[in-house]
C-alpha cells in the first residue's frame, strides 16, 4: 500500500527515538530590520515565524536504522510532509502522560481580536495549562487546512465548566482559526517537511547506526 501524505504521527513520529539533548524548537523569524541614523534599529514582521527543530536520533541497531533511513531518504523528496510533535512536550507539564485529558476533546472557546489570546472548552475541571506548554489546532477554509503549533504563555486551570480563563499564546493566532475547531494539548504537532540539505545518515558499524540527523521546518501549505 502507497503511503498517504502528510505522513501521521503513527507512520513517521512515533517510530523515533529522539536523542536526549538534541536541541529545542525554535521559532525562525521573517522579519525586516533597518535603521534610523540615530543608530536605533527598526524591525518588522514580513511574515509569521514558522517553526524549526534539528533532530538527533539515538544510536541504533543497524536493522532498525536502515527502516528509519528508508523514510528519511522518501521524505527528502520535495513535496512530501509530515506531523511532527516535540519530543520534550508532548503533553502539558501538569498531565504528563494524558492520562488527566483521558478521553476530552478540547475546542477553542474564544479567539480574542487581539489575535494573541483565546480560552479553550471541553477540559476537566481544573485542568492545568503551564506556561511553556505547547497546543495545536487546524485552522483556514475546508479542504485547505492548515496546522497552527502555539506556546502557552500564561498559566491558567480550567473552570468547572471545562472552559478556561483567556490566556496568551505565541506565536499571533493566523487568520481562519473558528471558534468549535478541536485543539490538539495531546502530542500537538506541526505539518513539516524536512529541510534541504539537513539530512545526515550517520555512521555504522557492524552492530549499530550513530548520529543519524535531520533539520525539520513547519509548512504552512
Given at each position: 500500500m502507497a503511503w498517504e501524505y502528510p505522513l501521521s504521527l503513527a507512520d513517521?513520529?512515533?517510530r523515533l527515538r529522539v536523542a536526549i539533548g538534541s536541541p529545542n524548537w525554535q521559532l525562525m523569524r521573517n522579519d525586516?530590520?533597518?535603521?534610523?541614523?540615530?543608530g536605533q534599529p527598526l524591525s518588522a514582521e514580513l511574515a509569521s515565524p514558522l517553526w524549526t527543530l534539528p533532530v538527533q536520533l539515538v544510536s541504533m541497531g543497524n536493522d532498525e536504522a536502515d527502516h528509519i533511513l528508508a523514510m528519511l531518504e522518501m521524505l527528502c523528496h520535495p513535496g512530501r510532509k509530515f506531523y511532527f510533535s516535540n519530543p520534550k512536550?508532548?503533553?502539558?507539564?501538569?498531565?504528563?502522560?494524558?492520562?488527566t485529558l483521558g478521553a476530552?476533546?478540547?475546542?477553542?472557546?474564544?479567539i480574542a481580536a487581539n489575535n494573541r489570546q483565546l480560552r479553550i472548552t471541553g477540559l476537566p475541571n481544573g485542568y492545568r495549562l503551564t506556561v511553556g506548554d505547547m497546543l495545536a489546532f487546524d485552522y483556514g477554509p475546508s479542504g485547505q487546512k492548515r496546522r497552527a503549533l502555539h506556546r502557552v504563555t500564561e498559566t491558567v486551570s480550567a473552570l468547572s465548566s471545562g472552559v478556561t480563563p483567556t490566556f496568551?499564546?505565541?506565536p499571533h493566532i493566523r487568520a481562519g482559526a473558528l471558534v468549535g475547531d478541536p485543539v490538539f494539548l495531546a502530542k500537538p504537532a506541526i505539518l513539516a517537511s524536512?529541510?534541504?540539505g539537513s539530512f545526515n545518515p550517520g555512521t555504522?558499524?557492524?552492530v549499530n547506526t550513530h548520529g543519524v540527523a535531520f533539520d525539520i521546518i513547519q509548512r504552512l501549505i
Open positions: 513517521f513520529y512515533d525586516q530590520t533597518s535603521g534610523l541614523g540615530s512536550r508532548e503533553y502539558p507539564a501538569a498531565d504528563p502522560s494524558g492520562a476530552a476533546t478540547p475546542t477553542l472557546h474564544t496568551e499564546v505565541f524536512v529541510m534541504p555504522a558499524d557492524t
